[in-house]
C-alpha cells in the first residue's frame, strides 16, 4: 500500500522560509524519481521539482534559485526547502513519484499560505 505524507506547511510571512518533508512507504522508493507537485486553488497541480535516485534535480521556472529539493533515501524521506517565498506559493504541497503513481497514491499534502 502506497503512503505518501507530506508536512511542514503553516502559515509565513511573504519573503519566508519554510521545509516540507515527505515520508514514502510501501514504493521502491531509492530507485524513483520523485517530486514535489503543488495545487493552488482553482488552478490545476504542477509539479514544481524534482530529483532523481542518484541526486539530480530540476525546477519550475517560478521556483528556480528559490527552492531546494533533497531527498535521504535510507530513511525514504524527500524534502524541499522554500525560500523567499510569494504570496502566489499558496498551494497544497505534495510529494509523489515521477510520474505520479495514480489517482490514489496521492496523499493529503502539506498547506503553505503566504501572506504578503
Known amino acids: 500500500q502506497v503512503q505518501l505524507v507530506a508536512s511542514g506547511g503553516g502559515l509565513v510571512q511573504a519573503g519566508g522560509s519554510l521545509r516540507l518533508s515527505c515520508g514514502a512507504s510501501?514504493?521502491?522508493?531509492?530507485?524513483?524519481?520523485m517530486g514535489w507537485y503543488r495545487q493552488a486553488p482553482g488552478k490545476q497541480r504542477e509539479r514544481v521539482a524534482l530529483i532523481s535516485s542518484e541526486g539530480s534535480t530540476n525546477y519550475a521556472d517560478s521556483v528556480k534559485g528559490r527552492f531546494t529539493i533533497s531527498r535521504d533515501n535510507a530513511k525514504n524521506l524527500v524534502y524541499l526547502q522554500m525560500n523567499s517565498l510569494k504570496p502566489e506559493d499558496t498551494a497544497v504541497y505534495y510529494c509523489?513519484?515521477?510520474?505520479?503513481?495514480?489517482?490514489?497514491?496521492w496523499g493529503q499534502g502539506t498547506q503553505v499560505t503566504v501572506s504578503s
Open positions: 509523489n513519484r515521477v510520474p505520479d503513481l495514480g489517482a490514489k497514491s
Open positions: 510501501g514504493i521502491m522508493f531509492r530507485i524513483y524519481v
